[in-house]
DNA sequence: ATGAAAGCGCTAACAA
DNA sequence: TTGTTAGCGCTTTCAT
């Protein structure tokens, strides 16, 4: 009887059903009947499983209990763009928000668009109930096996163009053309577009919206449409660059805060610029530092509650009742203008 | 035979191994064997099964699969402290590195430090193989029954007194000192410290070294000790009050960057004081805000990263190997010194 | 290398 | 209300 006899015990087996029964003395089926909400079960038995319950420190299995209910309250977040000044809402609001509704997030992180697909079946695998996407999309085959197996799925941020998955976005074209017009009453008329990369679908869709939205102006144009910058740093260089070339904007609107915030640093500390006499600077986000007495950023107001919401609600929905058909939701988004441009001609 | 009927089919149960078997013409073990790296399976069989696997998309059942082999490759994953200007980081971070070591994260909000117990409980429930808590900790009944299980977990921010778990913290007394000794040697003589919720254990430890190193200095003494004021308004708030008082700071500590750059907005731009010849200022995060050419704040720069590495090694390692017992890692902060405080003297 | 059989921990008919 | 029985989809001895 050596000592090393007792190293072999790893993973001690947690306890189960049936050592409770056991102790209680009753059958295993009592005891799921306790456990499972809305069974019956007479008071004395439930009592004398509880005890016995609480004694040995039995917790039910989930896992074994969704392979028979074929339901896991698990739900797969795939985050595709953590550079989104939001995902941070996104994660602690939908984390909240389905936890107190019973499920659990699965999270998943995909650095590329390219490998969402490898973490949605990864999580496919762990038979979540349903899936949040995002700021990606799914390849459409992909889409299809989900739609076959029936599992809800709601896109962020991107459109399902067809209408396998819910999707939300917010209404990109309709903020570029109020932007426009906000400028052009102000009476800035050389446009130049700051965003990060070209093929980000909502940046597409404002970009055309402004440029289409120019075309029908007078003494109005589009002066530069600069790709590739995103963040601060990129923003206060960006505005040297613009500001030296032959033809420099009088307004730049920019793909998000932290760029705009660099624009306007860059624009008033580096090449002291008078804003928003001489140029006028907005952000998209409207976060907190927009606001802050230093800066005081015009920017758009996304709507990611209502975002949030409208995905969370649809997701919901359609767990619970699976001949709900997937739709797309649009959140409209609003200007906050502040001091970085001019106020309104009297 | 009314349409109705058809109705009935709800959750289309999902591709079995059976299924893949039987259009195979192998048993279920031999698709068992083809998805387990490392079984012994013939080339032919292996490709009679995958093709058979690829034209049904089948995708094996890791529920199943997990309740056999007692491990889920699932890591839970608490967040007690989502005002923390770093959980973004973490969460991204543990996020990627699990993934690419094939685990997946269950996430789990708690809002209270009190609830994290009920967090990990569910968590337990879904047979979690290890435990990350961020910025809270379990109660000691519940660490036990984690160690008795064998669920190896690790704390950050968070000291483990009972070494029951792992825990990964920085040395917060250090800085503390290090931060009065800097604020000396510039001729700064009356401290302010400005912190959130007084009960935050890493601003008590913080707190009180420095309360302790100012008594040993000579002429200097700590003027204010406000708790409850974290953010960016109640930081600008906060220095009002302060610069109001009669015994004004020449210096202000703060527990996070956003109040320190409210202090100092709230400083410069709505009291006209002079950084860093009237105030000192100092932050705690060196958020990228802190380094931006508006503000040029002194900070003290978390090791993040580091203390990211340090849970996840420790994690993974206790995964693999639970002979390892758990233990206490601490990484260093720093200071960085921009134009928020004055240069040292000559 | 392969298949048959046993079972992981649980729930859901079905009888009693 | 209760226990008995039959699986959920998978892995794993154990023979062959």
Known sequence: MSAKETVEARKPTRVTSEEVAELAGVSRSAVSRTFTPGASVSAKTRDKVLSAASQLGYRPNALARSLIIRRTQLVGLVMAEWENPFYTDILRQFSERFQREGYQLLLMTSVTEADVDD??????????????????????????????????????????????????????????????QLLLQRRYRRLAIVRGDARVLVGVQRTSAMIEEMAGADNAKVVADVTG???????????????????????????????????????????????????????????????????????????????????????????????????????NARIVTRESIRSAPT
């Open 119 to 180: 973490a949605m079946r990864r999580l496919l695998q762990y038979q979540v109930d349903g899936l949040l996407v995002v700021s990606a999309r799914p390849s459409p085959a992909l889409a299809r096996e989900c739609a076959a197996s029936n599992t809800p799925m709601v896109l962020m941020n991107r459109h399902s163009p067809d209408g396998m998955e819910s999707s939300v976005t917010c209404d990109n074209a309709q903020v570029g053309r109020d932007i426009v």
């Open 229 to 331: 910058c995103l963040g601060y740093q990129a923003g206060r260089q960006a505005i040297a660059d613009l500001w030296r070339s032959p033809d420099p904007p009088d307004a730049v609107v920019c793909s998000s805060d932290p760029t705009a915030l660099g624009v306007l640093d860059g624009a008033r500390l580096d090449l002291g610029i008078r804003v928003p006499d001489e140029l006028a600077v907005i952000g998209l986000g409207d976060i907190p530092e927009a606001s802050w007495a230093s800066y005081r950023l015009s920017t758009v107001h996304l709507p990611v509650d209502e975002m949030i919401d409208l995905a969370a609600n649809d997701l919901l929905k359609r767990l619970a009742d699976d001949s709900i058909e997937p739709r797309h939701w649009v959140a």
